[in-house]
């Protein structure tokens, strides 16, 4: 399974809404457990990746609800609703439809303009 | 709380072996698995293989399969990868993680760099 992000960069000013785009190859949704297998991680500069968003529009434990999570089968989305400078850094899309085996998106980078 | 120490970094010469190390603590270990991710330099997350601590069952990236083997210390709770054959582009970040039915918790990354 392929994960496509865009954009590859995204430029944004403090206090602006920001969104990105990940499409799968194969659709991601499981009708049998009513759940779909993409979470959403971000890679702060010297952190180690950090769990945002877990089965598509579930934010883990402390994430701020200014982030969220849509899409369906094929098309995801990541929301940032009015984006602060701690959120600088790399998103990426994980899917794990064939776990244990998980691929991930390109990665978007997120910065300040 | 949940942590994960990774070893130190590494300096290995190409065909060179390196095992990295990513201890465990703060939950039960054999109740989870555990995922080895890595990040080469301006490069995204790559997903190298996971293991299961409940009884040692792997699964590899077929990019790794034959040069990577992913263990487990009950005794000590710790996770091992060990990556042979290296060559230069295998200079990364190596991360561990915590999976459940996801990876959620992640070790602070070990950087082995390969260079003759």
């Known amino acids: 399974i392929v994960l496509t992000q865009t954009p590859l960069s995204l430029p944004v000013t403090p206090g602006e809404p920001a969104s990105i785009s990940c499409r799968s190859s194969q659709s991601l949704s499981d009708s049998a457990y009513g759940t779909t297998y993409l979470d959403w991680y971000l890679l702060k500069p010297g952190q180690s990746p950090q769990l945002l968003i877990y089965a598509l529009s579930n934010r883990a434990s402390g994430v701020p609800d200014r982030f969220s999570g849509s899409g369906s089968g094929t098309d995801f989305t990541l929301r940032i609703s009015r984006v602060e400078a701690e959120d600088v850094g790399v998103y990426y899309c994980m899917q794990r439809k064939e776990f244990p085996s998980v691929t991930f998106g390109g990665g978007t980078k997120v910065e300040i303009k | 709380q949940v942590q994960l120490v990774q070893s130190g970094g590494e300096v290995k010469k190409p065909g060179a072996s390196v095992k990295v190390s990513c201890q465990a603590s703060?939950?039960?270990?054999?109740?989870?698995?555990f995922s080895w991710v890595r990040q080469a330099p301006g490069q995204g997350l790559e997903w190298m293989g996971w293991i299961t601590a409940y009884d040692g069952d792997t699964k590899y990236a077929q990019k790794f399969q034959g040069r990577v083997t992913l263990t487990t210390d009950t005794s000590t709770s710790t996770a091992y990868m060990e990556l042979r054959s290296l060559r230069s582009d295998d200079t990364a970040m190596y991360y561990c993680?915590?999976?459940?039915?996801?990876?959620?918790?992640w070790g602070q990354g070990t950087l082995v760099a390969v260079s003759s």
């Open positions: 703060g939950y039960t270990f054999t109740n989870y698995g």
């Open positions: 993680a915590r999976v459940g039915a996801r990876p959620d918790y």
